[in-house]
């Protein structure tokens, strides 16, 4: 088999608002196309047009190489050995950052491809079944203009969440650091004040993540607010500070009540290994598509089993890395939840119209996919009508 043809298809919602802290108003479709008829499927969470150039820009040295002229022509059914090849070929231009979220893409098609053709779901291709069945949690990201609008648009979505049957969520509470809500700049006590509406919408048995979104400079400040949240039982707290601060968080996450989870923005292993031992974080986030493709993903999640760290992938974008996620925990026993919205619950055109991912959540959980490859179903009158 060869790969013959890769299109990318840059799409964008009609009404994008730049103030929006939602990734899921864009996106890069990559299809990776073969000479036996077979397409693989990827996409990531980064900027489109800047992906695209990265994939479609051509090289003129052995060490700054284009990826789609590295790919064409290839055999794409061993996935690492093209990871490799993009790697090195691209690394003057690429090695992080979004040279490799490109990569991802591609990788993530290249997995649906070898899936097709054995007619086996990925997760069988990544390791086998792991567990039984998954466990999505809801991830929550509140609208409104002041902080009560904020506070009461959470606890409604948290009610939602728990009537739709979820076990578990997350909430987004971005009231302070440089992505707060609306520019909201609150005080640690409105963080606290927002947890306990959470917990006390919810009661006592769902299992409760937080989001601060990179919300303090210091670690010691972070900390003080922690020990506070300590009766809330959280499963885990989010990216409480700068994710350069690697220092910060060690010292975070030997003194912090609960887990310390961080990951979304991390590209490679090489990133994670820094994250998890310098870092000392409790749960490692990969983002499929950003961390480098199901053949990174996969890496990072062995290289946390051995450290004795939890996998929960970030997923923010459309059904394509909703399925990608879910192969991956699959295939992971150290995968507790999977981060997941059903299209119904969420608020993005993209998430709800671009992708089937075949998966049906029942009584909290999702039964692992059946369908060869990532089992996605491409909405090609969805991928013309949003095309930027
Ligand atoms: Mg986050």
Not at 324 to 335: D, F, Q, R
Request: glycine share 10%.
């Amino acid at each position: 088999m060869e790969i013959t043809k890769i299109e990318c298809h840059v799409v964008v919602v009609p009404n994008v608002s730049p103030e929006a802290c939602s990734s899921a108003q864009d996106d890069i479709v990559v299809l990776v196309h073969t000479d036996e008829g077979i397409t693989g499927i990827g996409e990531v969470d980064t900027n489109p047009w800047v992906a695209r150039a990265m994939i479609q820009a051509p090289g003129t040295h052995c060490m700054g190489l284009g990826l789609q002229e590295m790919l064409v022509g290839q055999n794409p059914l061993t996935p690492e050995a093209l990871w490799d090849r993009m790697y090195l070929g691209s690394a003057m231009t690429g090695r992080r950052g979004l040279g490799i979220c490109a990569m991802g893409a591609l990788d993530m098609a290249l997995w649906d491809i070898r899936g097709k053709a054995m007619g086996k779901p990925c997760w069988q291709l990544l390791g086998g079944a792991k567990q039984p069945f998954l466990t999505p949690y809801a991830s929550l990201l509140p609208t409104g203009r002041t902080l009560e609008e904020y506070q009461r648009n959470l606890v409604h979505k948290a009610i939602q969440a728990k009537n739709a049957g979820f076990k578990a969520a997350k909430m987004e509470v971005c009231l302070r650091g440089p992505y707060s809500h609306n520019a909201i700049q609150e005080s640690n006590e409105a963080i606290i004040e927002t947890v306990a509406a959470c917990r006390e919408a919810v009661g006592p048995e769902m299992t409760m993540m937080v989001d601060v979104a990179y919300a303090w400079w210091d670690a010691k400040e972070a900390l003080g607010v922690l020990e506070r949240l300590e009766e809330y039982n959280l499963f885990f707290l989010e990216t409480p500070l700068n994710i350069d601060d690697l220092d910060g968080y060690a010292f975070l996450a030997e003194r912090a009540p609960f887990r310390i989870a961080a990951g979304e923005w991390q590209n490679t292993r090489f990133e994670f290994i820094d994250l998890m031992d310098r870092g000392r974080i409790d749960v490692a986030q990969p983002d499929v598509g950003r961390v480098g493709g199901l053949t990174e993903a996969r890496r990072v999640a062995d290289l946390a089993a051995v450290r004795g760290r939890l996998i929960v992938p970030h997923c923010w974008k459309t059904g394509i890395g909703v399925a990608a996620s879910a192969h991956l925990a699959a295939a992971t026993a150290h995968c507790p939840y999977i981060e997941y919205l059903p299209p119904e619950l969420s608020e993005s055109d993209l998430r709800k119209e671009l992708a089937d991912d075949g998966l049906k959540m029942d009584n909290g959980r999702v039964a692992l996919p059946e369908r060869p490859g990532l089992g996605i179903e491409l909405n090609y009158d969805a991928l013309g009508r949003y095309r930027a």
